[in-house]
């Protein structure tokens, strides 16, 4: 066994055999709290209840009613999807999508693989804005003045006070859209003083100012990882959060994948990571450093130096040497991969951002990993025009401000002063789609309409255009943004013609607009590659950074990959979805280094008081390896006062940032902390579903052994019998199921896997899984049928191998561990244990290798779950629907109408899991027996295959030797491919293939950074 | 008679030679047209000349050329504004109803259906021989008939048993000498008889324990009954005649229920359907007039579900209709026959799994199953059913 030098941990709790851990490491549930047992007397009146009931429910049949249509759409068939192409843009997030509907109500988002940009991956945001939609809590009617209003009177009032305006604000985030940018433009033709302000919540103005100053370009190019060999981010979520996320997602992995076959790709990037917190990005690289906020300056000052010494040209900047981890590694790789790496950072910070593009320029990069022929859209906002905007309404110059689907006084660092300069205008309207923070204290409120019910386009890139259509008629008396700017303008508030009209005469070149529709996109990029020669002050800049000072615990706040901004809030599949690092839902946390934690005297389970000037905020605390020390990292886009009941959790951080000098860059110094309670349990998955100390399910390596052994990091375990080793498969006490017909399989690649979550997402709407609240996550009981796992692992030095020195650093919690993301769901062993005890039957095999399970049948014994060797089985203790303990969207008529018709929803007292998504095997089959055929191969997808944005997950039969799953197989049977927990003998459907890293070798002293804090006593 | 059936032969293969030099004459395939026809035209048009909603089509051809009828039937509107003499003056006599475009149909299709009239009319004795549909409504009550010959003869063998017992104690008595003044009875007989009985415990435990399982089985019979609605056939909002559409009319079953062989649900038609050809046929008819009071008032019509499986159960009509083939009779009964329709079958999980045992699987000239069915010949001489490639799972329909 390779690997055991290695320990793998999925927290910290874990690897100190925290008494919690320890306690429910055999138990698949977590049992607390369920008080007595059955009695006898309960026992009569339920028995006497359930007589009663079933003599009643036999004496007459419920009558029930079906309702046709007066007259049927033609292009509607009861029981049939339709498929409409659309857009989600949302803030500067673009993704270009399909919705599938039934009856005329979507009930589900896919990619559209028809386009360019996103290429049919879809991240977990995109997936649950399909529930905000059904969001009970949004308004019903436009309102003034918290009444309700009609849209006549509110368009002549609104309209009246526009003209009597002599100084009018429009604010929203940033626009993608062509046409709403038109209409912006013929509403500011009509009221003259009418001015568009947009600003970012995760601002990236810096950047654009600094390529401005760098390039004489005020834009952000294309960047394309796909090219580039060595990968270094600064502080910068690109596969999770920064511009395009999937779009980076896709092409970072086109660089990470790798192929066992005789002359296959044997080649990686080397990604580097530098930043605050352990981010989802930084999770996935090679190599990985921390600094503090306010050395990031430095740091990039410090890179740019090192890689301009070692070529010999530029000059040396002046700032103070620091010494961060990998920074001299990963300068050499960057010199050696000049023309073919890329630096980017996340930082909002002028200084910086000039001096990545001045290392950039340095390498290379420009016109090769950065495009400016193609520059994007994403971010816009600019950081000035809101603080002078911001300025004008406290000074109360701005009488009259309308704010286009934005949320400022939550999401904008100076929220506060927003709401108290808004009592200064005359008129304040608000388009959205509640009363949201900004909305309750305008006097009008136009109610938007959800982008599933609007027409609409967006250009995320020079060149690249997508429309978005509605799919559903409005649910609520409500009216889109730009069709009320319209009316108040006094054009015909028709925005599909208006869009209509917008593309005929200048987007479309030769396409119609019904192809354009159909499509979702239209596409005529500039193929041509373009750099830029740099021209930036690095002297100033690096003068800037270096007079940035060190103070104290520095607080830096960040976005992250479930809740983002907070624009989505109120949606209890984004609350519910761990986060991908931490692994906590429902809340952010305060995230500390186990030094700092220590040095503070906190432990896990307190909260702590988390004081920046005068703000004080509780929050509980999180520790987080791979965090640096002497920061405290929090989430933002929680906290919310007015998003809805799921919404309203949290804490809110930008009020924290408000008025220090860094705050544009969301982090500042001098942060106090004080502990204030403890013995919290956080709604946090990742020790929950543990695999009872077998330990070979992560298998590993780096790539100069792969490249010398294929089969590098596998795990082959050996079972001993009389006649000597053999391969756990063949010996058997089973019989085994024939598959004559089918065998359907997934590869799942480590890795391409990036632990963003959209796999999550993606299932829980394709299965109607539940959501459960905060509660009962904390009590380990979530009901995903797919989790990521996330394993921390403390790397022994080799050198010190068996010894009891080494034993000692494996037991040792790393402060920078190596990070690896499991996607796991069932993985439908052809052996499966949880068939041979199930005592009614209710999980059995099909003959297409599937391990089906049969809720009417169960009776809710949980063998199957105590059985599984992957817990991957969930109970459902309670009934999640109809039920005012869990108001969530199964509570209300409006939000049931997101359920999937194909799929049960799953009622108390049954075990569920993943099926395997078989309602759309057994659509697929029958589309291809009615046209007489074989499936092909891609035709049927799981909801998780066909929303991973990396391709990670392959799916498909495996007994057709033409499918991508069967090839996959062939290619890496003497290679990559493992199964878990081959041991047992179970022989799962689902294989993985080994992570490899782009490391130099198995670790060496070198990458070890013992934590020498006393071990916490006192569990 | 043998000479009167040799004649009836003679005719039949006269008429099947006449019907076939028909079809080749014609140049159309008459069984391709039939189908055309009566899923599309028979609503409006008879083959003969009687008047449905639009013309009767007989001898159509010698009243307008192809080509006229080509451009008719891709497009009557073209044609009426065309100012065409003739189309304008049938559009008159229709009360200005006019037809049903069918633009996809090309030269093939008209010939075929034309090809289908003329057979229709050379030959109406032919149309008769239709009825190879398989009848398993019938098994049923024939069931039952067979129940009440079965109880009729258990009582009738009762009566003779007491009959001849009664004869063979007469018998006896008087075999012995005995007179028959001294002959307990039969009153007497009876009750010391039974007196004797009821002391016997061996007979009071057998009759107890016979109470107690005929019980058991009574209440467990009942207990599977609940929630099985066979026979079930509620008022409707619309007394809709089955009968009258698909029976008397032979109008094709795909017409209004549109999605059943397309998706999970046959659909239940909406009221645009039914006005194809309502808007000209028995307008006045009160039951037709609440189609038109639920259009005017916006208001769908309510119909009551006869056939409710659970939400756990998956069902899907185009895979047992479209790729196995079978009938809609087959779950649904007689519904040509049926005024009122009704859940003719229980509808319970043994009765689906018992036809997925019994039924071959519809392989022919389906490539999905080429490699299943070679599979299993190579194993079994029997025919491939739907059970032996997975008919049975649970995650067939459990999902």
């Known amino acids: 066994m390779e690997n055991t030098n290695k320990r793998y941990w999925k927290g910290i709790e874990e690897l100190k055999n925290d008494i919690s851990v320890v306690k429910n490491a055999d138990k698949e549930f977590n049992l607390e709290g369920l008080e007595g047992g059955t009695y006898r007397r309960d026992f009569l009146k339920m028995l006497g209840f359930g007589v009663a009931a079933v003599s009643l429910a036999a004496c007459n049949a419920p009558v029930r009613h079906t309702i046709p249509y007066l007259n049927k759409p033609e292009d509607i068939e009861p029981g049939i999807p339709n498929y409409y192409a659309s857009t989600f843009a949302q803030a500067g997030s673009y993704c270009s999508i399909l919705v599938k509907t039934r009856e005329g109500r ?136 920064w511009l395009s996320p999937i779009e980076h997602a896709a092409q970072w992995a086109e660089t990470r994948r790798l192929s066992s076959a005789k002359g296959g790709k044997k080649t990686m990037s080397r990604h580097y990571q530098f930043e605050t917190g352990m981010s ?97 859209n994403y971010k816009q906002g600019s950081d000035a025009a809101m603080n002078q905007f911001v300025a004008e309404l406290k000074s109360g110059a701005v009488d009259a401000v309308i704010f286009l689907d934005s949320n400022p006084v939550y999401d904008h660092l100076l929220g506060a002063d927003i709401a108290e300069g808004l009592k200064k205008a005359k008129l304040s309207v608000a388009i959205a789609d509640r009363a949201n923070e900004t909305a309750s204290l305008c006097t009008y409120l136009a109610l938007n309409t959800h982008y599933l019910e609007s027409w609409g386009d967006a250009s995320p890139k020079a060149g690249y255009y997508s429309l978005t259509q509605p799919v559903i008629s409005n649910i609520f008396n409500s009216r889109q943004g730009e069709s009320s700017l319209l009316a108040w303008a006094g054009k015909s508030s028709d925005y599909q013609a208006y869009v209509k009209n917008v593309w005929s005469s200048g987007i479309l070149n030769g396409k119609t607009w019904i192809q354009a529709l159909h499509d979702g996109v239209y596409e005529s990029p500039n193929t041509t590659v373009a750099g830029a020669s740099f021209s930036g002050n690095l002297a100033d800049a690096a003068a800037k950074v270096s007079s940035v000072k060190s103070s104290g615990i520095e607080l830096y706040v960040f976005e992250n990959v479930t809740i983002g901004t907070g624009i989505q809030a109120n949606n209890p599949w984004l609350q519910e979805t761990p986060d991908p690092v931490s692994k906590v839902t429902w809340e952010n946390t305060a995230a500390f280094s186990q030094k700092t934690a220590a040095d503070l005297g906190l432990e896990v389970g307190d909260w702590v008081n988390l004081t920046i000037g005068v703000n004080t905020v509780e929050l509980p605390i999180l520790i987080q390896p791979g965090q640096a020390n002497d920061t405290v990292t929090v989430a933002m886009g929680y906290g919310r006062t007015a998003a809805g009941k799921a919404g309203n959790v949290g804490v809110a951080m930008l009020p924290l940032l408000k008025g220090a000098a860094t705050a544009s860059n969301l982090w500042v110094g001098g942060a106090k902390i004080e502990k204030t309670k403890s013995g919290y349990t ?261 909801a998780c295959s066909q929303s ?46 080994v992570k490899i890293r782009n490391k130099d070798g198995v670790k060496k002293a070198e990458a070890v950074a013992h934590t020498d804090h006393a071990e916490h006593a006192g569990h | ?97 006019q037809m049903t475009a069918f633009p996809a149909y090309g030269d093939a299709e008209i010939k075929n259906i034309l090809a289908y009239v003329k057979t229709a009319n050379a030959a109406p004795a032919a149309a008769a021989p239709g009825a190879a549909v398989a009848a398993p409504a019938q098994e049923t009550s024939g069931g039952k008939f067979f129940n009440i010959v079965l109880v009729a003869l258990l009582v009738i063998m009762a009566l003779v048993l007491v009959a001849l017992l009664a004869v063979l104690r007469l018998l006896s008595t008087v075999a012995k000498g005995e007179s028959l003044e001294d002959v307990p009875s039969a009153m007497d007989s009876l009750k010391s008889t039974l007196k004797s009985l009821s002391a016997n415990k061996t007979i009071v435990t057998a009759v107890i324990w016979m109470f107690v399982l005929l019980g058991t089985k009574a209440t467990l ?63 006045e008819s009160p039951e037709i007039q609440k189609i038109y009071t639920a259009i005017e008032k916006n208001q769908p019509i309510e119909w009551v579900r006869v056939h409710n499986l659970p939400d756990l159960a998956y069902f899907n009509h185009s895979q047992h209709t479209n790729v196995a083939g079978l009938d809609c009779e087959n779950c649904h009964g007689d519904i040509k026959n049926m005024e009122v329709v009704q859940q003719r079958h229980t509808l319970t999980m043994g009765w689906c799994i018992d036809c997925h045992r019994k039924t071959d699987v519809n392989s022919k000239g389906n490539a999905y199953y080429d490699a299943l069915l070679t599979a299993h010949n190579s194993t079994s001489k029997e025919a491939m059913k739907v059970e032996d490639i997975g008919g049975l799972e649970c995650a067939k329909c459990h999902y």
């Open chain 1, 106 to 241: 979507p009930v589900k988002i896919e990619g559209n693989k028809m386009s360019g940009v996103t290429k049919g991956g879809v991240n977990a945001q995109v997936h649950a804005s399909l529930l905000s939609l059904y969001d009970n809590e949004r308004l019903k009617e436009p309102t003034k003045g918290g009444k309700k209003i009609t849209w006549a009177e509110l368009d002549k009032e609104v309209s009246a006070a526009l003209a009597s305006s002599s100084n009018i604000r429009v604010v929203s985030n940033t626009i993608l859209s062509p046409s709403t940018k038109s209409v912006l433009a013929d509403f500011a033709s009509k009221y003259p003083s009418a001015k568009h302000v947009t600003y970012d919540s995760n601002s990236a103005s810096a950047l654009i100012e600094a390529n401005g100053t760098s390039f004489g370009k005020a834009a952000i190019p294309s960047y394309l990882f796909n090219k580039a060999n060595v990968i270094v981010g600064i502080n910068c979520d690109f596969l999770g959060t």
């Open chain 1, 280 to 376: 989802m990005t930084g999770a996935n690289a090679d190599y990985r450093g921390m600094f503090k906020p306010s050395q990031e300056g430095v740091f990039v000052a410090n890179l740019y130096n090192r890689i301009s010494g070692i070529m010999g040209v530029g000059s040396q900047l002046s700032v103070a040497k620091g010494d961060f981890e990998n920074i001299d590694k990963c300068a050499k790789d960057l010199v050696a991969a000049k023309g073919a790496s890329l630096v980017v950072s996340g930082s909002n910070d002028v200084s910086v951002q000039t001096i990545v593009n001045g290392i950039n320029s340095l390498l290379g990069n420009l016109g090769n990993t950065i495009d400016f022929g193609t520059t994007v």
């Open chain 1, 682 to 942: 956080l709604a946090q998955t990742q020790t929950h579903e543990t695999y009872m100390g077998r330990e070979a399910v992560v298998q590993e390596s780096v790539l100069s052994e792969y490249v010398k052994n294929s089969k590098a990091g596998r795990f082959e375990p050996m079972i001993a019998t009389s006649d000597g080793l053999k391969k756990p498969y063949s010996i058997t006490l089973w019989n085994g199921h024939e598959k004559k017909n089918h065998s359907w399989g997934m590869v799942i690649d480590l890795n391409t896997c990036t632990g963003c979550a959209a796999c999550v997402v993606s299932c829980q709407a394709e299965n109607n899984v539940s959501v459960v609240g905060k509660a009962e996550v904390a009590r380990a009981r979530e009901m995903h049928w797919i989790r990521i796992d996330r394993y921390y692992s403390s790397d022994a030095p080799e050198e010190e191998g068996y010894s009891v020195s080494g034993y000692k650093a494996m037991e040792t919690a790393s402060a920078n561990p190596e990070v690896v993301f499991q996607p796991l769901m069932c993985q439908h062993c052809s052996n499966a244990p949880c068939e041979t005890v199930c005592p009614v039957l209710a999980t059995t095999h099909s003959s297409e290798g599937l391990n089906q399970m049969t809720y009417n049948r169960c009776v809710g014994t949980r063998y199957c779950a105590n059985n599984c060797p992957y817990k991957v089985r969930r109970f459902n203790w309670f009934k999640y629907f109809e039920n005012d303990n869990f108001d969530f969207h199964f509570n209300n008529e409006l939000g049931r109408m997101v359920i999937n018709p194909d799929v049960t929803v799953r009622s108390r007292g049954v075990i569920e899991k993943c099926s395997m998504c078989v309602q759309r095997i057994q659509a697929g089959k029958l589309t291809a027996k009615k046209e007489k055929r074989r499936p092909v191969d891609g035709e049927i997808e799981t």
């Open chain 1, 948 to 993: 991973c944005p990396t391709n990670a997950i392959t799916f498909g039969d495996m007994l057709d030797p033409e499918s991508r799953v069967s090839k996959l197989l062939v290619q890496e049977e003497e290679g990559r491919r493992f199964q878990l927990l081959e041991e047992i003998n179970v022989i799962p459907q689902v294989n993985y293939l």
């Open chain 2, 1 to 97: 008679m043998i000479n009167n059936i040799s004649k009836k032969l003679l005719t039949l293969v006269a008429l099947v030679f006449v019907l076939t030099l028909n079809t080749f004459a014609q140049d159309g395939d008459a069984a391709a047209g039939e189908t055309l026809f009566k899923n599309n035209c028979a609503q409006c048009h008879a083959t003969d000349a009687s008047v449905v909603v639009g013309p009767g089509l007989a001898g159509i051809e010698d009243r307008r050329d192809a080509a006229w009828l080509k451009k008719w039937i891709n497009n009557p509107a073209a044609v009426i504004s065309s100012g065409d003499k003739y189309a304008v003056e049938l559009y008159e006599k229709f009360n200005k109803t």
């Open chain 2, 221 to 283: 019979d009942g207990l599977y009954k609940i929630g099985v609605h066979q026979g079930y056939a509620p008022t409707q909002p619309i007394n809709f005649s089955h009968k009258l559409h698909a029976g008397d009319m032979e109008i094709n079953c795909a017409y209004c229920h549109t999605g059943v062989y397309k998706g999970k649900q046959s659909g239940i038609p909406s009221s645009s359907i039914c006005m194809n050809c309502h808007n000209t046929i028995k307008r």
